[in-house]
C-alpha cells in the first residue's frame, strides 16, 4: 500500500531531551516536507527536500533540523526541544513531474508532540 | 514574503446550500493556490489546486476561482453534505508547485442535516 508513514504517533518529553520524528514514504518520491500544526495558525512548513542531501528552509525552521540520506526517509530532529515546539507535525510527499513540478502533496498520518 | 488571508475562519451552513470560503495573497509572483481539506483527526487531502494561467477550475461539486488582479482565489462548494464538514485551507506558491506552500489559517466548514 502506498503511504507516509511517521513515528512515533504520539510523544510526551521534556525541554531540553534530543528526539526525532521518522518519516518515511514508499512511493520513491523526490519531494519531502515536514509541517507543523497549531491552532489558529494553520500549517506551517518547517523543511522540504527535493531529493537525496537536497534540504532547504521552510518558514518555521528554527529549533529543527532534518536530514535526507535516502530517498524514503526524511527525519525530524529537535535537538533541544521546548515547549513552544509543542504542535501537531506532519510529513508530506510528492512524485515531481517530468516539468520539475511538485503537486499533489500525501500527507502522513502526523505526530502529536508535548513538551513539558 | 507571501502571506495568505484566509475567511471566514467558521461557516456554517445547511444541508444543500453553497459555502464559499475566500483567500487573498501578497505576493503577486505566486502562481499555483491548491486547497486542502482536513477532517477532524485526520491528515489534510488535495481537493482541488489551480493554477495563474487558470481563472476557474471545477470538480463535480467543487470549483475555485481565481482573480489575479486583486490577488484573491475562492473555493465554491454546490449542494452541500454533512460530510463535507471540514476544516479547509487554501495555500499559495510561488515556486510553480508545491514545493513551499504558505497556507491560510483554515475554515472550519460545518454542514447542518
Known amino acids: 500500500e502506498a503511504q507516509v508513514t511517521q513515528n512515533p504517533r504520539y510523544l510526551i518529553t521534556v525541554t531540553g531531551k534530543k528526539l526525532t520524528v521518522t518519516c518515511s514514504q514508499n512511493m520513491n518520491h523526490e519531494y519531502m516536507s515536514w509541517y507543523r500544526q497549531d491552532p489558529g495558525l494553520g500549517l506551517r512548513q518547517i523543511y522540504y527536500?527535493?531529493?537525496?542531501?537536497?534540504?532547504d528552509k521552510g518558514d518555521v525552521p528554527e529549533g529543527y533540523k532534518v536530514s535526507r540520506k535516502e530517498k524514503r526517509n526524511f527525519p525530524l530532529i529537535l535537538e533541544s526541544p521546548s515547549p513552544n515546539q509543542t504542535s501537531l507535525y506532519f510529513c508530506a510527499s510528492s512524485p515531481t513531474w517530468v516539468s520539475g513540478v511538485i503537486e499533489t502533496q500525501y500527507f502522513g498520518p502526523g505526530t502529536r508532540l508535548l513538551v513539558l | 514574503g507571501e502571506n495568505v488571508e484566509q475567511h471566514p475562519s467558521t461557516l456554517s451552513v445547511q444541508e444543500g446550500d453553497s459555502a464559499v470560503i475566500k483567500c487573498t495573497y501578497s505576493?503577486?509572483?505566486?502562481?499555483?493556490f491548491p486547497w486542502y481539506k482536513q477532517e477532524l483527526g485526520k491528515r489534510p487531502q488535495l481537493i482541488i489546486d489551480i493554477r495563474s494561467n487558470v481563472g476557474e477550475k471545477k470538480d463535480q461539486r467543487i470549483a475555485v476561482t481565481l482573480n489575479k488582479t486583486a490577488k484573491h482565489f475562492s473555493l465554491h462548494i454546490t449542494e452541500t453534505q454533512p460530510e463535507d464538514s471540514a476544516v479547509y485551507f487554501c495555500?499559495?506558491?510561488?515556486?510553480?508547485?508545491?514545493?513551499?506552500?504558505?497556507f491560510g489559517k483554515g475554515t472550519k466548514l460545518t454542514v447542518n442535516p
Open positions: 495555500a499559495a506558491s510561488t515556486q510553480g508547485g508545491s514545493e513551499k506552500l504558505v
Open positions: 505576493d503577486s509572483a505566486s502562481n499555483y
Open positions: 527536500s527535493m531529493n537525496v542531501e537536497v534540504t
